[in-house]
């Protein structure tokens, strides 16, 4: 009935109707409070849409997506940290190498045009989501789109964080042991051979003592102090990165940046098509704003979007920095990991100490990072594996088992794939994109058309974010591919 004023209980939640207190005067039924917390926020949802004679936008900002077993969340600084978690991974050191391509003036342009689009995208999923009371990205998918889809999103998930972590442990692998392109970290630290060159080893250490411990935690809000100090190791690398650019130019011996990109070879423009999904694919996390709306303290709609707005500006001002600093140091000659660069003498004093704080501290950050984005992979394989089941968090067992499997594979796959750039490339140019712009454009389009209305404004921006994203995509999957192939020649 759509004149009517209730909402519909999600299906785990139950009220019984209990009889009356016979010692109670009042021996109505809309007097009773249920004792089970999982049914208090539903309750207090409908009881707010029995009273009122006019619900409006402004009331969705009260109802949680689900009810919650537990009253306190994380606050505003702890969804800032996890969201900003989510998005600041082994990316950022890709940012200087597209800096090179597109040059300074056309590649800062793109980290902040990326970082506005990005979060609109956010904030109308994030709309959406409450107006439909669905808990994941996958539902309001499903909403708006059908089942099939919904299939499509959460196997891009997979793909798309399966990939991320598997990069983190082939970096982790590349900058504590070394590889071809330059000595590990232990290798610097103790002068000789050991069994610390062993990468394979070095990675299941890594995930023993470090990761997989971070990983079997159940609930989101339980890593924002990790998340803080990823976020604050991610500072450091820019701060210390700033100060060493910074100093090499007044002493005079940075070259002169190029500004604009160079489109005077073929191979160039095939460059400056190739990064374009890496560039777009920097700010995808729209598969953790439900998870962390959930456990918002205090949650709301307008908290949530205070909430996406401080980590755009805080990860827009990381990224230009990175990308910048690290451009401006290594010029021409950056790396697809600018990482790779840092094992050399960077002309200043104090470099080999400068070198060690930059590696030691990113691979921190990357060992921080790796549960947040676990965790919404491991939720994203459960519902698409176990459909119908509890929750969960509710199943301590069946949650250790799936941590235990889906680390056994990204360790299998990070001893396979050796390159994490072609990686990057094509997880940009297809569940990147498809996460962070094509999905969000057609929930919001497809729920316009059921009444869910939207303003000129987000229709015509939805229909922008859809064109540019779908044009991007065919552009990095063929740029790649032909890439590939004159590579391969």
């Excluded at 139950?14 to 009042?26: A, F, G, V, Y």
């Excluded at 600041?88 to 940012?95: N, S, T």
């Excluded at 090499?248 to 460059?271: C, Q, V």
């Excluded at 698409?384 to 301590?396: C, D, I, M, N, T």
Aim: charged letters at 15%; aromatic letters at 8%; hydrophobic letters at 50%.
């Amino acid at each position: 009935d759509t004149g009517s004023m209730y909402s519909a209980l999600p299906r785990d939640v139950s009220i019984e109707l209990q009889s009356p207190d016979p010692s109670s005067k009042d021996r109505s039924v809309s007097t009773w409070v249920p004792d089970n917390p999982r049914s208090v926020d539903a309750y207090k949802s409908f009881k707010l849409l029995e009273e009122e004679d006019d619900v409006g936008d402004d009331d969705l900002d009260v109802i949680p997506l689900v009810p919650s077993d537990v009253v306190e969340g994380s606050g505003l600084p702890g969804a800032v940290f996890n969201l900003t978690t989510t998005i600041i991974g082994a990316g950022i050191m890709a940012l200087p190498a597209t800096m090179r391509v597109l040059g300074l003036v056309l590649g800062f342009m793109a980290i902040i045009l990326m970082g506005i689009l990005s979060e609109i995208s956010i904030e109308l999923l994030l709309k959406f989501s409450v107006i439909k009371n669905v808990s994941s990205y996958g539902e309001i998918v499903q909403v708006a789109c059908g089942y099939s889809a919904r299939v499509v999103s959460e196997i891009c998930i997979i793909v798309n964080n399966a990939g991320v972590l598997i990069v983190y442990l082939i970096i982790m692998g590349d900058v504590l042991s070394g590889s071809a392109a330059h000595e590990g970290i232990f290798q610097q630290l103790l002068n000789r051979e050991g069994w610390w060159d062993d990468r394979r080893l070095v990675v299941v250490m890594v995930l023993i003592l470090v990761l997989g411990p971070l990983s079997f935690l159940q609930r989101i809000d339980s890593l924002s102090l990790t998340s803080a100090a990823s976020v604050a190791l991610a500072v450091v690398f820019v701060v210390v990165s700033c100060i060493i650019a910074f100093v090499k130019l007044l002493e005079g011996k940075i070259e002169a940046p190029r500004l604009l990109p160079d489109i005077g070879s073929k191979m160039a423009i095939l460059d400056l098509l190739v990064v374009i999904p890496i560039m777009t694919n920097a700010y995808v996390c729209h598969f953790n704003v439900q998870p962390i709306y959930n456990e918002l303290e205090g949650r709301s709609v307008g908290k949530m979007n205070k909430v996406g707005r401080i980590t755009t500006l805080l990860c827009i001002a990381v990224y230009a920095s990175t990308a910048i600093s690290g451009y401006l140091l290594f010029g021409e000659a950056t790396d697809s990991d600018v990482l790779t660069n840092f094992d050399k003498d960077l002309g200043i004093p104090y470099s080999s100490i400068l070198n060690y704080i930059i590696r030691i501290g990113y691979i921190l950050h990357l060992m921080l990072v790796f549960p947040v984005i676990h965790f919404s992979l491991r939720q994203t394989v459960d519902a698409l594996v176990f459909k119908g089941y509890a929750p969960l968090v509710e199943s301590r067992k069946r949650s250790m088992i799936l941590t235990s499997i889906l680390l056994a594979l990204i360790y299998l796959g990070s001893t396979i794939i050796p390159n994490i750039w072609v990686a990057f490339k094509f997880t940009g140019a297809t569940t990147g994109l498809s996460l962070g712009f094509i999905f969000p454009s057609l929930i919001a389009l497809r729920l316009n058309k059921q009444g869910e209305m939207l303003t000129s404004g987000e229709k015509l921006l939805s229909w922008l974010m859809l064109v540019l994203a779908l044009v991007g995509s065919i552009i990095g999957v063929v740029g790649n591919v032909y890439s590939i192939k004159q590579q391969s020649k």
